[in-house]
C-alpha cells in the first residue's frame, strides 16, 4: 500500500515519507503511520469527521473480508499462487473520488510517473493553496477545475475537455462518486460523460465507487498478464468470461493481476 501511495503522491497534495503518509483535504491535513499492527491517523491540521474516518478506510480497504475474498480466489488455481504470494493485497481506493476519477483521466494511455506530474500541475494550477506539513495545494474542486484555462497542462484538447465534462458532471449530480447498489447502473451513468469510455468507467467503479466485483476488462496489463499465465487470449471478451470465476470479487483479481504484472498496477 505504501509503494502505491508513494508512486502517485501528488506534488504538494501528498506526502510519502518512511514511515509516514501525509495528505490534504478539503479542511485540513492529515497523517497516516503504522502502530502495533494498525494504522495511527494523526489531524494535523482542521478537525476529524466520521466522514473524514469513512474515507480512510475506503482508501485503505479495511471493511474488506480479506479471507473469504482470498478463499474465493483461489479456488481458481492461477489466482491461488498470487493469493499465496500476496495474501495481504487489498486494492487501494481514491481518498476522494473526484481527484481519482480525474487521475484515472489523466492516467490514459501515459505511465503512472507522467499521470502524477500531470495531476500535480492541475492541483499547482487551480488548487488552494496552504502551507501545511510541507504541504501547499489541496487537490481542486470540481467548480476550481471548471473555472480554470487547461492549456497549460500540456496534454490533448480532448483529454482537458473529459476533464471539464467530468467536473461538470460532479456538479450536477453529487452523488455520481457515491457507490449504488447496482453497478451496471454507476457504470451507465459515468459512460454518458463524454471522453469516458469503458476502461476509464471500469477503474473509477473499483478504485472511487469501490464495487468488489468492478473489472476493467480492456486493460493492457490484465491483459498482458493473463496472456503469461495461462495462454488466455489478449483480447476483452476473452478475458471477461475467464473471469467470471472470480465473481464476486473480479477487483481483488484485478489488483492481483497488476501486480504480478509490474509489481505495480500500471494505472494511476
Not at 482542521?46 to 466522514?51: P, T, Y
Not at 498478464?225 to 483479481?253: I, N, Q
Amino acid at each position: 500500500m505504501r509503494g502505491f501511495l508513494a508512486a502517485r503522491a501528488i506534488e504538494g497534495v501528498e506526502r510519502v515519507e518512511p514511515g509516514f503518509y501525509t495528505r490534504s483535504f478539503q479542511g485540513g491535513t492529515l497523517r497516516l503511520r503504522p502502530e502495533g499492527g494498525g494504522v495511527l491517523v494523526e489531524i494535523t491540521s482542521g478537525a476529524a469527521s466520521a466522514g473524514l474516518m469513512a474515507r480512510l478506510r475506503h482508501v485503505l480497504d479495511l471493511d474488506a473480508d480479506l479471507p473469504a475474498i482470498n478463499r474465493h480466489l483461489s479456488r481458481d488455481p492461477v489466482l491461488a499462487n498470487l493469493v499465496n504470494q500476496r495474501p495481504g493485497l487489498r486494492p487501494p481506493g481514491g481518498f476522494e473520488g473526484f481527484e481519482l476519477a480525474l487521475r484515472a483521466v489523466l492516467g490514459q494511455q501515459i505511465t503512472v510517473t507522467a499521470a502524477r506530474i500531470l495531476a500535480g500541475r492541475l492541483a499547482g494550477l487551480c488548487g488552494t493553496a496552504i502551507e501545511a506539513d510541507g504541504l501547499t495545494r489541496i487537490f481542486p474542486t470540481p467548480a476550481q477545475v471548471l473555472e480554470a484555462d487547461l492549456a497549460s497542462l500540456g496534454m490533448p484538447g480532448s483529454r482537458r475537455a473529459t476533464i471539464k465534462a467530468v467536473a461538470q458532471a460532479a456538479l450536477d449530480d453529487p452523488s455520481l462518486f457515491l457507490r449504488g447498489p447496482d453497478m451496471a447502473a454507476d457504470l451507465a451513468r459515468l459512460l454518458v460523460i463524454k471522453g469516458i469510455g469503458p476502461w476509464t468507467a471500469g477503474y473509477i467503479a473499483l478504485r472511487a465507487l469501490r464495487h468488489a466485483d468492478a473489472f476493467p476488462a480492456g486493460d493492457v496489463g490484465l491483459l498482458r498478464t493473463m496472456t503469461a499465465l495461462d495462454g488466455t487470449p489478449r483480447d476483452p471478451a476473452a478475458l471477461l468470461a475467464r473471469a467470471e470465476v472470480w465473481r464476486p470479487y473480479r477487483a481483488y483479481a484485478a489488483q492481483h493481476l497488476w501486480m504480478a504484472d509490474t509489481g505495480a498496477p500500471e494505472r494511476d
